[in-house]
C-alpha cells in the first residue's frame, strides 16, 4: 500500500530505520523483521524489500566492524556461500508471485519454535551436520531473497544450540551482511532499485547511525540468558509479523 501524507511517509520511513537498526545493533539481527513491520504499510514490497536489504546491509556492517574483535566467525563459512546461492531463488519468487501464503507458513513455524523454547528453557541440541548447515544456510538466502528477513533462520538454529551469544552473532550477523551484497546485486540484475529509493535511503541515514550506535552500547550490557531471551522474543515477534 502506499501512503500520500508525505509527513505521514516519513515519519513511518524513519521510525522503522531507527528501530530495526537499535534491534541490530543490540542482538545482532531482527533489522529486516521491525522494518517490514513498518515499511509495508507504505510502500509496496517490491519497493519496501529491495530498500530493505540496502539497509540491512548497512546496520550489519557497523556492528560487526565495531564488536570485530569480539566476536567469532569460526562457523559463517558454510553458511554464508549456500545462502549466497539460495538469493536469487528467493528474489525470483518476489518477482513473480505472490508471497503471502509462503510467509504465512513460515511465520506459524517461527512462533510455534519461539513459543516452545520460551516455555522449555532447558531445551538445547549439539548438532554440527554440514549437510544441516548447508541447508539451514540455503533456506536462509531464499528466504531473504523473498522477504528481506534474512536473518531469522540462522538465528533460530544457532537459538537452539546454546552456542555463546559471540559465537551466534559472529555466524549469523556476517551472514546477514554477506548475503544482503548478494540479494542486492540480484535485485539490481531484477531492475527493483529504483530512483526513488536513493532518496529514501539518503533520508533514513541519520536514524540508522543513531540507532546502531545506541544498539551496540545495549549489547555489551545483555548477558548470555538475556540475549536468548531477545532474540526469542524477537523470533516470535516476527512470525506474528509475517502471519498478521
Known amino acids: 500500500m502506499s501512503v500520500s501524507d508525505p509527513s505521514l511517509y516519513l515519519l513511518i520511513l524513519l521510525s522503522g530505520a531507527f528501530l530495526g537498526a537499535f534491534v541490530q545493533g543490540?542482538?545482532?539481527?531482527?533489522?529486516?523483521?521491525?522494518?517490514?513491520?513498518f515499511w509495508l504499510h507504505i510502500m509496496e514490497p517490491t519497493h519496501a524489500i529491495p530498500l530493505n536489504v540496502v539497509t540491512s546491509l548497512f546496520i550489519s556492517g557497523v556492528p560487526i566492524y565495531k564488536l570485530r574483535k569480539k566476536l567469532d566467525f569460526s562457523k559463517l563459512k558454510q553458511f554464508a556461500i549456500f545462502g549466497v546461492v539460495g538469493i536469487p531463488i528467493g528474489m525470483y519468487l518476489l518477482v513473480i508471485s505472490d508471497p503471502s501464503k509462503l510467509k504465512f507458513s513460515i511465520g506459524i513455524l517461527l512462533v510455534i519454535y519461539a513459543l516452545l523454547m520460551l516455555k522449555i528453557s532447558s531445551f538445547s541440541i549439539n548438532v554440527n551436520n554440514k549437510s544441516i548447515n548447508n541447508l539451514v544456510g540455503f533456506i536462509s538466502g531464499i528466504i531473504g531473497?523473498?522477504?528481506?528477513?534474512l536473518g531469522i533462520i540462522p538465528v533460530a538454529w544457532f537459538s537452539v544450540q546454546r552456542l555463546p551469544k559471540n559465537t551466534k552473532r559472529g555466524t549469523y550477523e556476517p551472514f546477514i551482511f554477506i548475503t544482503s551484497i548478494a540479494a542486492?546485486?540480484?535485485?539490481?540484475?531484477a531492475g527493483l532499485y529504483k530512483i526513488e529509493m536513493i532518496f529514501d535511503l539518503l533520508k533514513i541515514i541519520p536514524a540508522l547511525l543513531v540507532g546502531s550506535w545506541l544498539g551496540i552500547k545495549i549489547y555489551n550490557k545483555i548477558n548470555d540468558n538475556l540475549f536468548r531471551k531477545v532474540v526469542l522474543g524477537l523470533i516470535l515477534l516476527s512470525g506474528l509479523f509475517l502471519v498478521i
Do not use: H, M, P, Q
Not at 543490540?26 to 513491520?37: P, R
Not at 531473497?145 to 528477513?149: E, S
Open 145 to 149: 531473497g523473498l522477504t528481506a528477513l
Open 184 to 189: 542486492i546485486i540480484s535485485f539490481v540484475f
Open 26 to 37: 543490540a542482538t545482532g539481527f531482527g533489522s529486516g523483521l521491525l522494518i517490514n513491520a
